[in-house]
């Protein structure tokens, strides 16, 4: 993730952009004269149809997940796509296309293509390599966090909250009453703290105080559970967290097994319920 003031940018999608528009300037350059509008256009429609491709894979895994309405099939902000389908079907379409509009060029802008889908793997691991180590169970946060519905209790880490809610599975959602994506998520969270009992699904507000929480949650009318205060955002530190919303799913193990940045859909959060559920 890169983040500019108020905005987090995914590095994966930035880095396909950067090595899709230096193949297209090698494209242009190594092919025939007369053939570089062709090889250009070939290189743009095998993306699209790779990206949706990529799409539609996801949706077709994780079918189950996607059981509301059928916009939610186009709603790319649960992050879904199947990097494998995009590259075969977006290869394939890439040969058929040049197999049927170029004539001199074919080598060149398949090698140019094939070197674009290289640049992008390794600078993929190498900023994979370079992002900052973060907590991998449970057993590593020792953070405390405050209830809100009890602010007589004890404060309490993650982890005694699992063993005292007799080894769930947990997903923490980092928030902020100032952040519209959080606010706009809240009736997921609600809905799958109702509709999946068998999960821990937690709410950590970040670095706000006691009162301008509860008066929020008294304007929207939320019927939410599991509300907890940070009150200096020491989890979100903790855990890694670049921008607000993030949401974290930890196994009935305590392992760390996927993070998400940005507004929750209800198929993404049912694709982390799914994710740690007993086969």
């Known amino acids: 993730m890169i983040t500019l003031g108020p905005l987090v940018v995914p ?18 350059r ?4 007369h053939e570089r509008e062709a090889a250009d256009a070939a290189l743009w429609w095998s993306t699209a149809v790779g990206l ?11 079918l189950p997940a996607y059981h509301g309405p059928w916009l939610d ?5 649960d ?38 889908l290289l640049v992008w793997a390794v600078a993929g691991f190498i900023a994979s390599a370079l992002q900052p180590r973060s907590v991998q169970g449970l057993s590593e946060v020792a953070v405390r966090l405050q209830p809100l519905d009890d602010p007589s209790a004890p404060w309490t880490t993650l982890a005694e909250l699992q063993a005292a809610s007799g080894g769930r599975p947990i997903i923490v959602n980092l928030w902020a009453t100032w952040c519209p994506p959080c606010r706009a998520e ?24 006691e009162g301008l929480v509860r008066g929020f949650l008294a304007r929207e009318r939320l019927q939410l559970q599991q509300l907890w205060l940070d009150p200096t955002s020491a989890l979100g530190r903790t855990l890694g967290s670049s921008a607000l919303p993030t949401t ?10 996927k993070t998400h940045v940005g507004a929750l859909t ?11 559920q007993a086969p």
Not at 248 to 257: E, K, L, P, S, T
């Open 266 to 276: 209800e198929a993404s959060l049912n694709l982390m319920v799914r994710s740690v």
């Open 79 to 116: 992050g879904g796509f199947e990097v494998w389908a995009g590259v075969l079907a977006g290869s394939a379409f890439l040969v058929w296309r040049v197999r049927r509009h170029l004539v001199h060029s074919r080598r060149v802008v398949l090698a140019a293509a094939g070197g674009g």
């Open 73 to 77: 099939l186009l709603d790319i902000r």
């Open 186 to 209: 809240m009736p997921v969270l609600e809905r799958a703290q109702r509709d999946h009992p068998q999960v821990l699904i937690m709410l950590v507000n970040q670095g706000e105080p």
């Open 11 to 28: 590095l994966g999608p930035l880095l396909a952009l950067a090595a899709l528009l230096l193949t297209s300037w090698a494209v242009r």
């Open 248 to 257: 974290v799913v930890f196994d009935a193990q305590g392992r760390r097994i």
């Open 30 to 33: 190594v092919s025939a004269p």
């Open 52 to 62: 949706l491709a990529a799409r539609a894979g996801h949706v077709l895994l994780n």
